[in-house]
């Protein structure tokens, strides 16, 4: 949940930057429903990179498993 609300977060902020510099960021509501929506079509990749990047911090890549 952690990576997942950190890329939610990063995603965001990406979008965000995109509709600031196509001009599209003047009205509050829209911006919010074009993130929600990204947001929203995204959440099965967002789910599974932090899932990709959770295991990464706790499984390491073994070499001597693989001569065996």
Partial sequence: MYVSYGLGVAISIAVYVVLLLLGWANQL???????????????????????????????????NTLEK
């Fill in 29 to 63: 509501l829209r911006v919010f429903f074009i993130i929600c929506g990204t947001l929203i079509a995204l959440m099965p990749y967002i789910n599974a990179l932090s899932k990709v990047i959770w295991a990464g911090f706790f499984f390491k890549y073994d070499t």
